[in-house]
């Protein structure tokens, strides 16, 4: 497993121990559902850079 995959099931966690669904998650961070679920299934990274 790497790194972003341990992030995505971090998130993941961290939503679910909120009690969230991706949509709210999403609709708070502004971002569409199917991108926070690329994120969580660890498909996808952020799209900023710092």
Do not use: C
Not at 28 to 44: D, P
């Amino acid at each position: 497993m790497n790194l972003v995959q341990k992030l995505g099931e971090r998130i993941r966690f961290i939503r679910k121990e909120q009690g969230l669904s991706q949509e709210v998650l999403a609709e708070r961070a502004g971002l569409h559902t199917n991108y926070l679920g690329a994120v969580e299934r660890g498909e996808k990274t952020s799209r900023w850079r710092a």
